[in-house]
């Protein structure tokens, strides 16, 4: 379900840019990933909480080795997901859009 509500946000987002092509200024860019951000952290708070109860059902000394399996596992992917991600920007910066709210100290 919460696939399918992120994809529909993506596809939405890339409709909306698309219309827009290259007449929206940077603070609307700004507000349309501020919006987007917001949708995608509750999406995440939902899957935190189910991945949640998956942990807490096996956090018994009976299921102990699948416990620590899928532990390694997840800490294994996270840290090839990172380093991904460290490779392919590869030090160079983009230009952020400004947020509306967001304030420069």
Do not use: H, N
């Amino acid at each position: 379900m919460y696939g399918f509500v992120a994809g529909v946000t993506v596809f939405a987002g890339v409709a909306l840019l698309y219309a827009l092509r290259g007449r929206a200024s940077q603070t609307a860019l700004g507000a349309l990933q501020d919006f987007a951000g917001g949708i995608l952290a509750y999406i995440a708070l939902e899957i935190g909480a189910e991945a949640a109860e998956y942990v807490e059902s096996l956090a018994k000394w009976e299921t102990f080795g699948l416990f620590l399996r899928d532990a390694v596992l997840t800490t294994a992917v996270f840290a090839g997901v990172t380093c991904c991600f460290r490779g392919l920007r590869g030090g160079r910066r983009r230009e952020a859009c400004r947020s509306p709210f967001s304030r420069r100290l």
